[in-house]
């Protein structure tokens, strides 16, 4: 069964602390996305990659950075985290003109 | 960006109604998609669409491809408890990369037993 999978699907960390979210697809995708799902506003893109060490900034991408120095592996970095950043992070990928493969999400509550 | 408008925002239906809801744009799209999202979930694919016209079944799903391209709606019969979630509708608009999707809001359903 093709999978994303998230590290971790519940993380608490302090302001300030530098965060990682680590994402791994198993299905060969060229690309891989990150969004943020917050009540009512439904899924917002954060950032995307269409190749290795490609990035490419979302609508949100302010406050977040990326990294894929490997095609199955996309991690999303808070440099140093803020209360407006708790939210429900989720990873996605998928191949050229294909629907998305969505993870489990990670929810972060920054306290 | 592009907008997706899908409606409506929430629902709240007795167990055993039929349930519709549809996603609306002002430009033309190449591919229109329905996910769901189980509470805590990530949002998991369950009607591709890739044709102006076009009509599919998944079960007790039902979408379509508005003949316009601009519009999609998804039916469900029969409502039953594990049909609540949250349904996205999304697509691939005419002349973007392809590999990026649009997504609505969301559509919020709720099924009372």
Redesign the interface.
């Known amino acids: 069964d093709v999978k994303v999978t998230q590290s971790s699907r519940y993380l608490v960390k302090r302001t300030g602390e530098k965060v990682f979210l680590e994402c791994v697809q198993d299905m060969d995708h060229e690309n891989m996305f990150w969004y943020r799902q917050d009540p009512g506003l439904g899924l917002r893109l954060i950032y995307f990659s269409y190749d290795v060490k490609m990035k490419e900034k979302g609508d949100i991408p302010e406050g977040y950075s990326v990294s894929r120095e490997k095609k199955e592996r996309f991690s999303l970095i808070l440099e140093s985290a803020s209360t407006n950043q708790t939210s429900m992070y989720l990873c996605a990928s998928s191949n050229r003109g294909n629907g998305y493969t969505f993870g489990s999400g990670t929810r972060l509550t920054v306290v | 960006?592009q907008q997706l408008n899908q409606s409506p925002q929430s629902m709240f239906i007795q167990e055993g109604e039929d349930v519709s809801m549809n996603c609306t744009s002002s430009s033309i799209f190449n591919?229109w998609?329905w996910?769901k999202q189980d509470p805590?979930?990530?949002?998991?694919?369950l009607i591709?669409l890739y044709k102006a016209g076009e009509l599919t079944s998944n079960g007790r799903l039902t979408a379509q491809f508005g003949i316009t391209r601009k519009d999609s709606f998804l039916n469900i019969s029969a409502s039953i408890p594990s049909d609540v979630g949250i349904y996205?509708c999304?697509g691939?608009p005419f002349g973007a990369g392809?590999?990026?999707?649009t997504?609505?809001?969301?559509t919020k359903l709720s099924v009372i037993p």
């Open positions: 960006g591919t998609l996910y805590g979930e990530g949002p998991v694919l591709a996205f999304a691939h392809s590999y990026q999707l997504f609505g809001k969301g």
